[in-house]
């Protein structure tokens, strides 16, 4: 019958592919600004997900020789670079998650937020195609300002009626990852085996690790936790003042996009359990986004999670970051209506 014949077609699809499994699904990634410093380990690292069955490379010029060279990996995913306006909707069609990280990067002297007269419009013009050509997948938003491009993305996609708060992330996973190195280099525990989670936004003092929550429990005292969460707020600040006007954390940013969206396609998988801090919309206070922990599921987001017990130090940075994060938020929400 029509119906042996397409399993038949489908199973010799995935043997030639090396697989062994008929459960793991066609998924599409695509990458906006692959040819970047975050873009192209990125495009490396998505290339090495053997979740990814079909990786699309999107720049306004360069994809094609990122492509043809990330193309000859061995595994899994076909490669495509697209470039230019009139492929970006090829590039999408079709996607189950996009990551975005295109725009420019800071430069020492800079906070994010000096980065919105560019980034804005980027990310605005790449999530008005988003909504025509892919109006379900999941958004992995990494431009700065991350605490304003989420609400931007979800105006735009508001007024194009596609809008799903499920579906919308900004990707905070740098601060986690940067965080549990940092503990795990003070309390002297193995790296591997750390949790901390990272609430809040993206942006100096709107990063608020919680670090009472952190495990392995360790001997940490107050002054320590104090200087390891300036440091992992300064983060950012950190990398861009060692690369001296090169920019801005690239290859720690692509692995930790490559986490999440890895995160990302295991919820649409339905593997179980999938928890990530990420910046989303939220009522877990009373700003509308907000980062914290959040359970990925088919759909995208399946639940927010809450923010758990805090420390004193951590109840002040919480109610210290509000304003900050509040203004961010409303200044990508105007940006985008106007
Ligand atoms: P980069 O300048 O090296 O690369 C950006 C790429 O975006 C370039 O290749 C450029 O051609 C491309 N681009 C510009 N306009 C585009 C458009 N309209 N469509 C598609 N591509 C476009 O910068 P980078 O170091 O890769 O950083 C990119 C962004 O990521 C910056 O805004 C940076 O601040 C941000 N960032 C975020 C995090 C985070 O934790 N969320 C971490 C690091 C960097
Ligand atoms: C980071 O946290 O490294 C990024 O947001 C880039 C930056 O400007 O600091």
Do not use: W
Not at 101 to 121: E, H, Q, S, W, Y
Not at 147 to 159: G, W
Not at 262 to 268: F, H, V
Not at 293 to 318: H, I, M, Q, T, Y
Request: proline share 5%.
């Amino acid at each position: 019958s029509a119906r042996t014949l397409a399993t038949t077609a489908s199973r010799s699809s995935i043997l030639r592919r090396g697989y062994s499994s008929e459960s793991v699904p066609d998924r599409k990634v695509a990458i906006l600004g692959a040819a970047g410093g975050i873009g192209q380990p990125l495009s490396l690292l998505m290339k090495l997900n053997p979740l990814v069955s079909n990786l699309a490379l999107y720049d306004i010029a360069n994809t094609p020789g990122v492509a043809a060279d990330v193309s000859h990996i061995n595994t899994r995913s076909e490669v495509t670079g697209y470039f230019g306006d009139d492929q970006l909707g090829k590039a999408l069609e079709g996607a189950d998650v996009v990551i975005i990280p295109a725009g420019v990067p800071r430069k020492p002297g800079m906070t994010r937020d000096d980065l919105f007269n560019i980034n804005a419009g980027i990310v605005k013009g790449l999530c008005e195609a988003i909504a025509k050509y892919c109006p379900h997948a999941l958004i992995n938003m990494i431009s700065n300002p991350v605490n304003s491009t989420v609400p931007i993305a979800a105006e735009v996609f508001k007024k194009a009626g596609t809008y799903d708060e499920k579906r919308l992330f900004g990707v905070t996973t740098l601060d986690v990852v940067r965080a549990k190195t940092f503990y795990a280099g003070k309390a002297r525990v193995p790296v591997a085996g750390v949790n901390v989670p990272v609430v809040g936004g993206h942006a100096g003092v709107t990063i608020l690790p919680l670090f009472s929550q952190a495990t392995p429990k360790a001997n940490v005292s107050e002054e320590e936790i104090v200087a390891l969460t300036k440091r992992t707020q300064d983060g950012g600040t950190e990398v861009v003042e060692a690369k001296a006007g090169k920019g801005s954390a690239t290859l720690s940013m692509a692995y930790a996009g490559a986490l999440f969206a890895d995160a990302c396609l295991k919820g649409l998988n339905g593997v179980p359990d999938v928890v990530e801090c990420t910046f989303v919309q939220s009522n877990v206070t009373d700003l509308p986004f907000f980062a914290s922990k959040v359970r990925l599921g088919k759909n995208g987001v399946d639940e927010v999670l809450g923010l758990g017990p805090l420390s004193d130090f951590e109840k002040e940075g919480l109610e210290k970051l509000k304003p900050e994060l509040l203004s961010s938020i409303e200044k990508g929400i105007k940006f985008a209506n106007k």
